[in-house]
């Protein structure tokens, strides 16, 4: 059993940053695709951006595309997100998932091509 911890939320102002980190373990990081996905209140879960188990892949969903950038550090067993320019609407709880195949080529976008979740990160971005 894998367990992710999610830590860096906060709130900002609009036009700011925040990097959010992902720190996992029970399994062997480096083998999986890692997603970050968020859950604005009253709306469904939505994907925002993943990254292959070696970290030469990225995808990400349009509304974050330019402004967000994943990564990772399979030495330290840490998946990022470093969100710029943040509006309003990237309001969310922001959760972090393992993939559930390892060493694929492609990372997922699909809540259903991830099986662990984290408990999430609160981020509140004011105009």
């Known amino acids: 059993q894998v367990q992710l911890v999610e830590s860096g939320g906060g709130l900002v102002q609009a036009g700011g940053s925040l990097r959010l980190s992902c720190a996992a373990s029970?399994?062997?990081?480096?083998?999986?695709?890692m997603g970050w996905f968020r859950q604005a209140p009253g709306k469904e879960r939505e994907f925002a951006a993943s990254?292959?188990?070696?970290?030469?892949?990225?995808y990400y969903a349009d509304s974050v595309k330019g402004r967000f950038t994943i990564s990772r550090d399979n030495a330290k067993n840490t998946v990022y997100l470093q969100m710029n320019s943040l509006t309003p609407e990237d309001t969310a709880v922001y959760y972090c998932a393992v993939q559930r195949l390892a060493w694929g080529a492609t990372p997922g976008s699909r809540s259903t091509d991830f099986d662990s979740w984290g408990q999430g990160t609160q981020v509140t971005v004011s105009s």
């Open positions: 029970g399994r062997t990081f480096s083998r999986y695709g």
């Open positions: 990254i292959s188990w070696g970290g030469s892949s990225t």
